[in-house]
């Protein structure tokens, strides 16, 4: 572009820049290797070789934590390597979450998080992607190494104070209506009375009006920020699958078109930990999982498999300050992993908290996440007369995007008695419930990749059930040389055999035939679609059921059965 056209573009009113920056989202200009185990890999600082090493894992670059030290700013974080923990107190760190109000909830309320450091390779290593704003340092991986910039070795550098327009990028227009957020950073390389013309930390250049940035030294640029960014959105219906997740999560699944959505349990509520929340993301998981084109909505929990959670619970809802501590820690770590969204999933939960206090939870949660763009789901029983008593299903359905009634819950325990896990009256008549509460497009169908096994006496008492996963349930099945028989009215196979134990078994199986049945109700009443409990615990045929129906548009009366 030149001068004279520059003058011209900008005479005219309302004009801004459009900048793209590693510096609020990062991105890669190759993907880390997706391999369980440590690869080592190169350094590079300002586009020189160090003799520093640093390893990708599952999709994360991991650096040496004397490496972090040496080239990015650490001020205020604290590694404790006794702990396995880099801690840092969200109140006293420059931080932007998406607007003045988010950002100052967040920092008053989060107090003191961490990151996980990791030990291996005889020394201490921390993820990259989740630590390199804090410690300001832009960084690439490509050609097989990592390259690091940081951002006290960049002069001059501007940083966006307003929303704004698009001008002009390499010389050509690209519109009007592309939105700049506040607080992304670019370098200048010459300026005349009224522009800058800059560079991105990826070497694009750009022209910008002098009247919407400022300029800073590197040691002055936040922290961290993140922008606020549109919520998901979904051409087909949704099939979504919770993912336990340890200390350390399994490596990401491939694409799959039967999967659009994966929910790792990654947050858990300390136990009498005041509000804290215990930290177990990994941001390689994330960034493979969007490398496949695959959401990522982090699940959160109360701990509930822990004694003593189901009091605790109540003490943090009833509790604003916690409530607000836990709600912002979940806030800033999703922000942190680059996730796309919160799934919650309390249960075990003192009844008499419900309807009042994790309502008020899930409202200033869902305030928040709509600020951020993070989409909010929430797991909860199904919605029953019973539990209608309880959850106070129309006013979260007003503020989160999704419920997802845990539908497989139908037979469960002896004291409730054998049967299927779900059948068609249970989840039909309780779904529909749901639909009239909350309207069909927020509904996602909890269904099971898992089944119970019922062992009987010889007088046909239960004497035990125990939950089996679809993988398990069909090797019980095949070694034991029954063939099981359909029933229509249950929509499922019913194996009944004897175990290697001479105890009679009873089996209402999932299977593909099963889900197909399932998903014919999902498109007949309308709603959003299904979530999966739990990944891995199926086979893989069973998420080609979701994407034959979901994306192919096959009769979901038409998947074959296994047997």
């Known amino acids: 572009m030149r001068g004279k056209e520059i003058t011209k573009v900008f005479s005219i009113a309302f004009l801004f820049a459009v900048l793209v920056i590693l510096a609020s989202v990062v991105c890669f200009a190759d993907t880390p290797p997706a391999y369980n185990d440590e690869v080592r890999i190169d350094v590079y600082v300002n586009g020189s070789k160090t003799s520093d090493v640093a390893y990708t894992i599952k999709g994360n670059i991991y650096l040496n934590l004397n490496t972090i030290r040496q080239y990015g700013d650490t001020t205020g974080i604290s ?35 961490y990151l996980p450091i990791k030990y291996f390779k005889s020394a201490y290593h921390i993820s990259l992607g989740s ?123 491939e694409a799959n078109e039967g999967l659009d959505v994966l929910s790792p349990v990654w947050m858990r509520l300390e136990l009498n930990g005041g509000g804290t929340v215990r930290n177990n993301c990994e941001y390689g998981f994330v960034e493979l999982c969007h490398s496949y084109g695959t959401k990522v909505w982090i699940c ?35 922000c942190l992993y680059d996730a796309d969204g919160i799934n919650v999933d309390f249960e075990a939960m003192e009844k008499s908290v419900i309807k009042q206090y994790y309502t008020a939870f899930i409202q200033e949660l869902a305030r928040h996440c709509s600020k951020l763009g993070l989409t909010i789901s929430v797991a909860t029983p199904v919605a029953n007369s019973y539990w209608r008593n309880y959850y106070d299903f129309a006013a979260m359905g007003s503020v989160v995007d999704y419920i997802c009634p845990m539908a497989y819950e139908e037979h469960y325990s002896k004291a409730v008695g054998a049967g299927s896990t779900m059948s068609p009256p249970w989840y039909t008549s309780t779904t529909n419930d749901l639909i009239n509460i909350v309207g069909p497009g927020k509904v996602l169908l909890g269904v099971p990749f898992f089944t ?112």
């Not at 107190?89 to 909830?105: H, P, R, V, Y």
């Not at 498999?305 to 999703?334: F, H, P």
């Not at 119970?452 to 010889?458: A, H, P, R």
């Open 452 to 563: 119970q096994e019922w062992m009987f006496d010889g007088a046909g008492n239960i004497t035990d059930v125990t939950a089996v996963t679809i993988k398990k349930s069909f090797t019980d099945i095949e070694a034991s040389g029954t063939v099981p028989v359909w029933s229509e009215e249950e929509g499922q196979y019913i194996a009944n055999y004897t175990n290697a134990s001479g105890q009679a078994v009873k089996m209402w199986v999932e299977d593909p035939r099963s889900m197909g049945f399932k998903l014919n109700y999902v498109n007949q009443s309308g709603i959003a679609g299904t979530a999966c409990w739990a990944y891995g615990q199926n086979t893989p045929e069973m998420l080609d059921v979701f994407a034959q129906v979901y994306k192919l548009g096959a009769d979901p009366l038409s998947i074959p059965g296994k047997w």
């Open 300 to 334: 959160v929990n109360n701990n509930f498999d822990t004694s003593g959670s189901s009091a605790y619970t109540s003490t943090v809802l009833k509790n604003t300050s916690l409530r607000n501590k836990a709600i912002a820690q979940y806030l800033l770590y999703a």
């Open 79 to 113: 590694f404790d390597t006794s702990d396995n923990k880099a801690y840092f107190n969200s109140s006293e760190m420059d931080m932007f979450f998406g607007d003045a109000e988010t950002t100052d909830f967040i920092k008053n309320n989060a107090g003191r998080v």
């Open 131 to 253: 630590i390199s704003q804090l410690c300001k340092i832009h960084y690439e991986f490509k050609n097989g190494a990592v390259y690091l910039y940081p951002y006290k070795d960049l002069a001059r550098i501007l940083v966006s104070t307003s929303g704004a327009a698009a001008v002009s990028m390499n010389g050509r227009s690209i519109g009007s209506n592309t939105s700049m957020p506040y607080g992304n950073k670019v370098t200048i390389i010459s300026e005349t009375a009224s522009l800058y013309k800059v560079k991105d930390l990826e070497g694009r250049e750009y022209y910008v009006s002098k009247a919407d940035f400022e300029q800073h030294s590197g040691a002055t640029v936040k922290r961290y920020v993140q922008n606020n960014r549109a919520k998901d959105t979904f051409s087909t219906k949704i099939n979504l699958a919770w993912l336990m997740a340890g200390a350390r999560t399994e490596l990401a699944p």
